[in-house]
């Protein structure tokens, strides 16, 4: 039988999960500084937050995360990448309310809660090296992808363009969470997917990238 994972697809319109949300306007838990863009120097698009939730989603010592990307329609930024400043993913532990710094000026994307589901999916199948994968592994592979939640916390990354796992601090960074496009109309190119990681040593280190389909 194929080994599997628990994980949890994000669900959305759900409920039960307090502060997990796409859109809108971004929910401080502490004091949150709104990131500018690297590359323009503009305020960044918020995407979405993540909460700390035991059993499900490890931020320790964070209390959320927080996930936005350039949009300048004036600039060509390299946003899917994690290393050319065009995105952010902001931790911040539990404080007093604060959001600061200059904001995004443009349409925010519509707000979504988010809930979690219990899922699973075959880890062994989407950790194969294609590289080195038989047809018929490959084959099995494409079941896999197709199966597994398009949006989710935990398991392993469902890839559309081939492993872009970053790293830092010298290591493969570890994977947290992915986001599809859809239903939210966000910007990962063509219905692409977004990609949150996490530093395996300093754990307020948090990478973003996306790819499109």
Do not use: I
């Not at 863009?37 to 937050?49: E, N, S, V």
């Not at 290393?83 to 993913?89: K, L």
């Amino acid at each position: 039988m194929p080994s599997t994972a628990p994980l949890w697809a994000l669900v959305p319109g759900g409920a039960g999960v307090p502060l997990a949300k796409v859109g809108g306007e971004p929910e401080p838990v502490g004091t949150l500084r709104w990131p500018a863009c690297a590359m323009c120097g503009t305020p960044m698009r918020f995407l979405f937050q993540l909460p700390h939730v035991p059993g499900k989603v490890d931020l320790s010592p964070s209390a959320a995360v927080y996930v936005f990307q350039c949009e300048n329609p004036d600039t060509v930024c390299y946003r899917s990448m994690p290393d050319d400043g065009a995105n952010a993913a902001v931790p911040v532990r539990a404080g007093p309310p604060q959001l600061e710094g200059a904001r995004f000026t443009g349409l925010a994307y519509h707000p979504w809660s988010l809930g979690f589901a219990p899922a699973e999916e075959d880890t062994a199948t989407l950790s194969l090296d294609v590289n080195e994968a038989t047809r018929e592994q490959l084959k099995a592979l494409d079941r896999a992808q197709e199966e597994a939640p398009e949006s989710k916390v935990g398991g392993v990354a469902v890839w559309l363009n081939g492993d872009a796992v970053p790293t830092c601090c010298g290591e493969p960074a570890r994977f947290v969470a992915q986001l599809s496009a859809m239903p939210f109309g966000l910007e990962f190119g063509d219905n692409g997917r977004g990609y949150l990681f996490r530093c395996q040593r300093e754990p307020e280190h948090f990478r973003f990238l996306s790819q499109g389909a």
